[in-house]
């Protein structure tokens, strides 16, 4: 026959925990995610999992769209169509899009921040955005592209006004230069400091091994995205304001 005192104090025990997991959840607010091929693949899968599972299901919106980078986002920018990968999780469905058996996925049009926001109203932002900058830094206008960039961010800032924003920088690779990959990092960096929002710097989370981590020197396998997103989700969990809802966070992916 069980305890009867034991079994008072498990169940005491449950409900203590389901009222305290209850609670975060509704302080949490909405949260909305938008990334690269990144957040298609095994980082995004495994962050929108813990995002989720701390924030309810009813909170996490998620968007990845492959190639794509911070202008790419923006309203007043042409639309921006991917053809290697899309996610996209809400409440009422989990869609995700990428090579299957050598087949390109059909290709998505990009959605735009600005209707995003209207649509699920989020108090949080993250964005994982940046990587696929690292190629236009390659040509001879390096300087002139960089001004876009900066321009790209303060707009994309600017319509993220009212939100809390955090950006996860760029993961390490071994297909660009440390010097190329530090200037989009001092980019996003700077306009942290001037529009006054957070960033993650994914360096410390992540170290790019050829034929371990992943095969082409940018995207990481599943198991190594897993790892840099839980390396990310310790410090979300740190950053996200739950008292009067998260705000924004962005990822950068690559396609």
């Given at each position: 026959?069980?305890?009867?005192?034991r079994?008072?104090?498990?169940?005491?025990?449950?409900?203590?925990?389901?009222?305290?997991?209850?609670?975060?959840?509704?302080?949490?607010?909405?949260?909305?995610?938008?990334?690269?091929?990144?957040?298609?693949g095994?980082?995004?899968?495994?962050?929108?999992?813990?995002?989720?599972?701390?924030?309810?299901?009813?909170?996490?919106?998620?968007?990845?769209?492959?190639?794509?980078?911070?202008?790419?986002?923006?309203?007043?920018?042409?639309?921006?169509?991917?053809?290697?990968?899309?996610?996209?999780?809400?409440?009422?469905?989990?869609?995700?899009?990428?090579?299957?058996?050598?087949?390109?996925?059909?290709?998505?049009?990009?959605?735009?921040?600005?209707?995003?926001?209207?649509l699920h109203?989020?108090?949080?932002?993250?964005?994982?955005?940046?990587?696929?900058?690292?190629?236009?830094?390659?040509?001879?206008?390096?300087?002139?592209?960089?001004?876009?960039m900066a321009?790209?961010?303060?707009?994309?800032?600017?319509?993220?006004?009212?939100?809390?924003?955090?950006?996860?920088?760029?993961?390490?690779t071994?297909?660009?230069?440390?010097?190329?990959?530090?200037?989009?990092?001092?980019?996003?960096?700077?306009?942290?400091?001037?529009?006054?929002?957070?960033?993650?710097?994914?360096?410390?989370?992540?170290?790019?091994?050829?034929?371990?981590?992943?095969?082409?020197?940018?995207?990481?396998?599943?198991?190594?995205?897993?790892?840099?997103?839980?390396?990310?989700?310790?410090?979300?969990?740190?950053?996200?304001?739950?008292?009067?809802?998260?705000?924004?966070?962005?990822t950068?992916?690559?396609?």
């Amino acid at each position: 026959m069980p305890n009867p005192i034991r079994f008072l104090c498990a169940l005491f025990a449950a409900i203590f925990l389901s009222c305290t997991h209850a609670s975060a959840r509704e302080n949490a607010g909405r949260i909305l995610v938008i990334g690269d091929s990144l957040t298609v693949g095994g980082f995004g899968e495994t962050l929108q999992d813990l995002l989720v599972s701390r924030y309810g299901t009813e909170n996490v919106f998620v968007y990845g769209s492959c190639g794509s980078a911070p202008q790419h986002w923006l309203t007043i920018e042409p639309p921006h169509v991917t053809k290697c990968g899309f996610r996209q999780r809400t409440p009422q469905r989990t869609l995700v899009l990428d090579y299957k058996d050598g087949r390109r996925p059909p290709p998505v049009e990009t959605p735009k921040i600005d209707k995003l926001l209207w649509l699920h109203k989020p108090q949080v932002v993250i964005v994982q955005l940046g990587t696929n900058w690292f190629d236009d830094l390659l040509g001879r206008n390096s300087d002139e592209e960089i001004k876009k960039m900066a321009k790209a961010l303060d707009r994309l800032a600017a319509s993220l006004r009212g939100k809390q924003v955090i950006w996860i920088l760029p993961p390490d690779t071994t297909k660009f230069s440390k010097a190329v990959q530090n200037v989009v990092r001092q980019l996003i960096a700077r306009a942290a400091k001037t529009w006054r929002f957070d960033y993650i710097d994914s360096i410390p989370l992540t170290h790019y091994v050829n034929g371990r981590t992943g095969s082409d020197g940018v995207h990481y396998s599943t198991e190594a995205g897993a790892d840099w997103a839980r390396g990310v989700m310790k410090q979300l969990q740190k950053k996200v304001r739950t008292d009067s809802g998260p705000r924004v966070f962005f990822t950068d992916d690559r396609g």
